[in-house]
């Protein structure tokens, strides 16, 4: 595994006098594996919600993210608006497909598809089979490079 998460996460332990054991988790069963004790901490881009903080801890934030719409290139799409009638794809469980589902009737979306993971979304993106994908700027700004 390799990013910015991963670095940070390494540097802590390395601080600490610890050694680290990544263990790759789909985003929708990070929140289950912190509190089964399958692992004991998770990191990625997880927004802080009063929800989440019902069943597990957070630490302080250490970048602030806002969400965003990818589109490809030749889509013509220039903003939310472009969307209604579309398919708009989502990570399971994010704060994108929280976002999604509660603005889906504003904005006309003609359906939210949901991923395990951001390979699989931009895959389809690039086939054709979703219109946009809604995911965490730092995220989509790493893949698309």
């Known amino acids: 595994m390799v990013g910015f998460e991963v ?28 509190q089964s004790g399958r692992i004991d901490m998770a ?37 939310l608006k472009d969307m209604e009638g579309k398919v708009v794809g989502v990570e399971t469980g994010s704060t994108g497909d929280m976002w999604a589902d509660r603005n889906k009737a504003d904005y006309k979306f003609g ?15 690039v086939a054709g089979r979703v219109d946009g994908y809604i995911s965490d700027i730092p995220a989509l700004l790493y893949y698309v490079k």
């Not at 940070?8 to 912190?34: D, M, W, Y």
């Open 7 to 34: 670095d940070l996460v390494n540097e802590i332990a390395k601080r600490l006098g610890k050694s680290v054991e990544f263990v790759n988790t789909p985003f929708n069963g990070l929140f289950t594996a912190v």
């Open 43 to 79: 990191i990625s881009s997880i927004t802080i919600t009063d929800k989440r903080l019902e069943s597990v801890s957070f630490a302080q934030p250490y970048y602030d993210s806002d969400q965003s719409l990818t589109v490809t290139a030749t889509s013509g799409t220039t903003g």
């Open 111 to 125: 359906e939210i598809r949901r991923f395990e993971g951001l390979s699989p979304a931009m895959l389809d993106l």
